[in-house]
């Protein structure tokens, strides 16, 4: 992380949070233990091999909520170690999610001591209606005020049971310095209209892969955040991802299409193999099936059956990703 202060946080993201970022996965072994080589391999696969410009470390993809914080707090220093060792380009943004406010802070100190670039809070699960517009913002307000790095709001409608509106993201981009970005994971229409009023007080993405072309050329997004294919989709010698984004950026839309497009086949088998109600153990066997560590989940979750598997494996093995020639970044 290059040194900034709260008042540069919006610069500094403006000009650092770019390009194709991954929300990871966290591999635990077969007695449910962290695997720490395991994951320290994994991130230097996703910075090194697939080129990614960041990572969205510790989020529910990640199982945060089944960790404890001396393990969330030790798969930090994982990422930052090797982001800084693959180059001072690479980016880091950690995610300090939790019920708790007092752990949300412990985790947003700690990510600045060990030098992440920035960091994510989820929208809090609240009662009895207590998600008022005052509420979150006083909540953003006491986050951002713990930290001098750039703070991301992460609102998922279904998973806290209710939507930030538009207007009350701008209220706390505008007057908070280090707010700078969200994952806002609403319909479309709904985050369309957040970009049109965010000018460059705030960094707008969603996880859908699948309108990232559209959201780079129709409403000018300068960043994937937060999910996993930007690892699941691409190999080291098949960068489709990055291609087309990259083309698609530097306005060559005919043939950042055509390279998207492309990637139909690898994405349906992904889509279509996935058991309902196990999108987390899906994922982890799928990276396995292109040699990363990806491990078994945590309870309350569920594992994998073999006859899932087995699905899961002939669909991978008919996509093609695996076997697809070297295709180079843009």
Not at 163 to 186: G, H
Not at 231 to 239: F, G, I, P, V
Request: charged share 20%; with cysteine; proline share 5%.
């Amino acid at each position: 992380m290059k040194p900034y202060g709260r008042t540069d946080a919006k610069a500094y993201a403006r000009a650092n949070l770019r390009g194709v970022w991954a929300a990871t996965l966290t591999p635990f072994t077969a007695t449910l233990a962290l695997d720490e080589d395991g994951w320290r391999s994994n991130v230097r696969h996703w910075y090194r091999d697939l080129n990614l410009a960041g990572l969205f470390v510790g989020g529910k993809q990640g199982e945060f909520y089944a960790m404890s914080i001396a393990e969330r707090k030790r798969s930090f220093e994982i990422a930052v170690d090797e982001a800084r060792a693959a180059g001072s380009n690479k980016g880091v943004m950690i995610s300090c999610s939790d019920q708790s406010m007092d752990v949300v802070l412990e985790l947003a100190n700690y990510a600045q001591t060990i030098g992440a670039d920035y960091i994510v809070v989820h929208t809090p699960l609240l009662y009895f209606g207590a998600h008022s517009d005052d509420t979150l913002f006083e909540y953003y307000k006491t986050i951002a005020a713990t930290v001098d790095i750039g703070v991301a709001l992460w609102n998922q409608p279904p998973d806290c049971g209710y939507t930030m509106s538009p207007e009350l993201c701008m209220r706390l981009a505008e007057q908070i310095p280090n707010i700078v970005a969200i994952k806002y994971s609403v319909s479309r229409d709904l985050y369309t209209r957040l970009t049109r009023l965010a000018g460059d007080q705030l960094i707008v993405s969603c996880s859908s892969e699948e309108e990232w072309f559209s959201n780079i050329v129709e409403l000018g997004w300068q960043v994937y955040l937060c999910s996993s294919p930007p690892y699941l989709l691409q190999t080291k010698h098949d960068q489709r991802m990055n291609q087309y984004t990259a083309l698609a950026m530097a306005g060559d839309l005919i043939k950042a299409k055509e390279v998207r497009d492309s990637l139909n086949p690898v994405r349906d088998a992904l889509k279509h193999s996935r058991p309902h109600g196990k999108p987390q153990a899906a994922q982890k066997y799928w990276q396995e099936l292109l040699g990363q560590s990806g491990g078994l989940v945590r309870p309350p979750l569920l594992q994998l059956t073999d006859a899932e598997r087995a699905a899961m494996l002939t669909a991978f093995e008919e996509c093609g990703l695996g076997r697809r020639a070297a295709v180079p970044a843009a």
